[in-house]
């Protein structure tokens, strides 16, 4: 009999694994709990702003090979917008000044050695410092490997590492930070192009993927939430929804593609992060003035990146578990006087929404990231994956790809 494998989860990592398996020719099922897919990477119709928003702007690098790889193969490049050059424009509203980093195209880092390229007050040496990352040295926070102070940290490598890693990079995992380095400015200039998803998250990421399912023998369950597996002799027999069991015979697989919180409600023994980090976003309606660039660091403020799209303004906070006591009122007038202060808008705030995510992301701490599983589990026929897996990345869109993509492999061979 033909092999179909049940994933779990209609996340990026779900997705990623059933259209590698469908790539392949393999039936799929997704089963997701919710009624809808995307997971942390969603819209949704917001009434109290009247717009279709995003749960979270997110970022993609050029150097994003899995995540932009995806989205080819469900033919949705097109759907995202890249900038054509990984130039970073800054505002610091303490010292009232911006500057642009411009990382340039090349792989050579020159920008270090241009003072109008890089931040202010900083040097070339400064830079040269994360050089020391690369030493195959055991996990540990950064501060035990870099300077974590002074201005090129400050201006420079925690705006971008904190947007990386969604924890203060600090107190970061080393193996994690060098690892987003690798991936990125070690790369050179051509590997740190942001990409933006400015028709929203689900008509880039996410309904281009179901299309692709369902015209390569996928199916789709929605509200499908999985209580229990059923096993015996080291392989999973039966998936219990509630409202009855779902059979996997010998030949059939499962990708568990839930969140660590979830998959240790189904299998209790599993090790896997426990300790998570927020975000907030914050979403304007207004058409913003004309000439700003599409995207701001903000640093001394509330927010740290805004965002100007064709019919919004949007404003991120990383590792924003502070914020999470402030009223949402409170959030959108401090976030909304920071993009006042950086562009021509009015004074009184627009029609808004602010979306916080307490769980956004695992805390990409050493001791976090020491336990993340592999793939494999005691079942012979059960292949995990999510962001939170082994990956070897933070909590993103290219480790939840790259673990479905993984996850596909492994089942293929079960
Ligand atoms: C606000 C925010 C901003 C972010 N910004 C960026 C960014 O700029 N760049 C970037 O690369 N990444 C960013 N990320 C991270 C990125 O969104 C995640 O890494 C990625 O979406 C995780 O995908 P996943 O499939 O691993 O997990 P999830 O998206 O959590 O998917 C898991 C799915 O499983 C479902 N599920 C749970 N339990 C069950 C069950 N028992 N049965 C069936 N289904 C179940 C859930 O409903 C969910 O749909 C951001 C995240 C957030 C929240």
Known sequence: MAKTVHIIGGGLAGLS?????AARGVATVVHEATDQAGGRCRSYDDAQSGMRIDNGTHILLSGNT?????????GATKLISGAPRARFPFSDLGLNRRWTLDLGAGRLPLWMFDRRRRAPDTRARDYLALA?????VPDRTLSKVLNCKGPAYEQVMRPLLLAALNTDPSEASS?????????????????CRPYLAPHGLSAAFVEPAIAYLKNNRGVLYFSHQLRRLDATAGAVTGLDFG????????????VLAIPPWAARSIIPELKAPDEFRAIVNAHFR?????GVEPMLGILNGTAEWIFFFDDRISATISGADRFMHHTKDELAGMIWRDVQRVADVPAELPPWQIVRERRATFAATPAQNAKRPGIGTAWRNLALAGDWTDTGLPATIESAVRSGTRAAAFVMQS
């Open 286 to 290: 207004i058409t913003p003035p004309s």
């Open 17 to 21: 694994a059933a259209v590698d398996l």
């Open 175 to 191: 193996d994690l930070v060098r690892a987003v380095v690798q991936g990125s400015i070690a790369q050179g200039g051509g590997a």
């Open 243 to 254: 409202d009855g069991v779902v059979a996997v015979g010998p030949q059939d697989a499962v």
């Open 132 to 136: 020391r990352l690369m030493l195959p």
């Open 66 to 74: 899995a995540a932009l790889g995806f989205l080819d193969r469900i």
